[in-house]
Nanobody
Framework: QVQLVDSGGGSVQAGGSLRLSCAASGRSFSRYAMGWFRQAPGKEREFVAAISWSGGSSDYADSVKVRFAISRDNAKNTVYLQMNSLKPEDTAVYYC???????????????????WGQGTQVTVSS
């Protein structure tokens, strides 16, 4: 059974930074592409960032490009999302997700991901 545990959320003022972590267990983490999504109240879950299984490629939503950075440490079975220059519109619950077929690339839709973390709340005040 695959488990993803999200952590690192919190409350910050606009312009601040947070680093989210997602610890994976239950299978060979290094074989699977990972993604971060977020969901604000009353809105659909949206793509934030994704990283390939090797870490060699990544991509971001236009709204977070330059400000956010996704990375992975396969030795620690963990994927990270470094969030800088946070804005109030970044307020949401953030979820990490893992693809099911191994050796995948960058995918953008929640339906492309099979396993999900429990989510961590990020609140940015102005």
């Amino acid at each position: 059974q695959v488990q993803l545990v999200d952590s690192g959320g919190g409350s910050v003022q606009a312009g601040g930074s947070l680093r989210l972590s997602c610890a994976a267990s239950g299978r060979s983490f290094s074989r699977y592409a990972m993604g971060w999504f977020r969901q604000a109240p009353g809105k659909e879950r949206e793509f934030v960032a994704a990283i390939s299984w090797s870490g060699g490629s990544s991509d971001y939503a236009d709204s977070v490009k330059v400000r956010f950075a996704i990375s992975r440490d396969n030795a620690k079975n963990t994927v990270y999302l470094q969030m800088n220059s946070l804005k109030p519109e970044d307020t949401a619950v953030y979820y990490c997700a893992s693809q099911s077929p191994p050796y995948g690339g960058i995918w953008y839709h929640p339906n492309d991901y099979y396993y999900w973390g429990q989510g961590t709340q990020v609140t940015v005040s102005s």
